[in-house]
């Protein structure tokens, strides 16, 4: 059975900086397009990085310089490091492992609060 287990939320100030987990069973992560996803109340769930197969990143406009998208394969796990952080970038942050359609695989996500 295949799951991905995120961690690492939690309430910041804004200007702090966050690192999320996301652990991978059943499934090799670095075989996969993994993307880290965030989402707010009356809002689409947004893209905010990807790291490809463990090796390209590519980020969202709005988290770029801010954000690192990073794999460990002994752990078999993806983070996400998240500094200067904003009020904008609160959200529940879920991950996703992607190869083709038969094989995508989300997790339950992870709460992100930032307030003053």
């Known amino acids: 059975q295949v799951q991905l287990v995120e961690s690492g939320g939690g309430l910041v100030r804004p200007g702090e900086s966050l690192r999320l987990s996301c652990v991978g069973s059943?499934?090799?992560?670095?075989?996969?397009?993994m993307r880290w996803y965030r989402q707010t109340p009356g809002k689409q769930r947004e893209l905010v990085a990807t790291?490809?197969?463990?090796?390209?990143?590519d980020y969202a406009d709005s988290v770029n310089g801010r954000f690192t998208i990073s794999g460990d394969s002994a752990e078999n796990a993806v983070y996400l490091q998240m500094n200067s952080l904003k009020s904008e970038d609160a959200g529940v942050y879920y991950c996703?492992?992607?190869?083709?359609?038969?094989?995508?695989?989300w997790g339950r996500g992870t709460q992100v609060t930032i307030s003053s």
């Open positions: 996703n492992a992607n190869r083709d359609e038969r094989n995508d695989y």
């Open positions: 059943g499934i090799i992560l670095g075989f996969y397009n």
């Open positions: 790291l490809y197969r463990g090796l390209s990143t």
